[in-house]
């Protein structure tokens, strides 16, 4: 029970295998809310196999390609709280990165891939202090705590960014930031 390929024995390996075939099929045709669908699917109902972990960053993707930020974050998140030793950790991290300074810079999210949203800072602003607080000893922390500083003092919260500078300083203080910090 358990090991290498515990999620590949039975019928819920197969059945599993079948769904992520399908799902990668769905979005090599360019059909992806059929893609996402599948995927989710392989991750609600095999979460335990080896493959959910690959759905849910492949959802990720295909819900930042559309633009779907919010949802993409989420998907991203949930992979790595729920599997923090899958090998793609530090490149979902890297995607969080990127969506939140999207975000940061007035890049408007879209709502069910086709409508656009408003553009959203203090989002950006949670979503670095959730790389943070997820990924503390990764290269994105020092990043995302300036970015925070810079967005705190963007909307006005001047002893937030205070804080986020101070945290800086004396996490990482070997940092090459940490001067400007």
């Known amino acids: 029970e358990g090991g290498v390929l515990a999620g590949m024995a039975g019928e819920e390996g197969r059945n599993a295998l079948e769904l ?3 799902a990668r099929n769905a979005e090599e045709a360019r059909r992806a809310r059929a893609a996402i669908k599948t995927y989710n699917t392989v991750y609600k109902k095999y979460p335990n196999s080896v493959f959910a972990a690959e759905a849910l960053f492949r ?3 295909l819900y930042q390609s559309r633009q779907e930020y919010y949802k993409a974050f989420q ?3 949930t992979m790595l709280s729920r ?3 899958s090998e793609k950790f530090t490149e979902v991290v890297g995607e ?4 939140a300074s999207d975000l940061f ?3 408007r999210p879209r709502l069910w891939g086709w409508l656009p949203g408003f553009r959203n800072r203090e989002r950006a602003v949670e979503y670095f202090e959730t790389i943070v607080a997820t990924a503390p000893y990764s290269d994105y922390a020092p ?7 810079r967005g705190y003092k963007m909307i006005g919260e001047s002893e937030a960014a205070i804080d986020a500078l101070d945290r800086m300083i004396n996490t990482y203080p070997r940092n090459v930031l940490t001067p400007d910090a």
């Not at 969080?96 to 969506?99: M, N």
């Not at 990043?143 to 500083?149: F, V």
Request: charged content about 15%.
């Open 20 to 22: 992520m075939n399908k």
């Open 59 to 61: 959802s990720g993707r």
């Open 75 to 77: 998907t991203y998140q």
């Open 83 to 85: 599997y923090p030793s």
């Open 96 to 99: 969080q990165y990127r969506i």
């Open 105 to 107: 810079a007035g890049k």
């Open 143 to 149: 990043l995302s705590l300036m970015n925070a500083a």
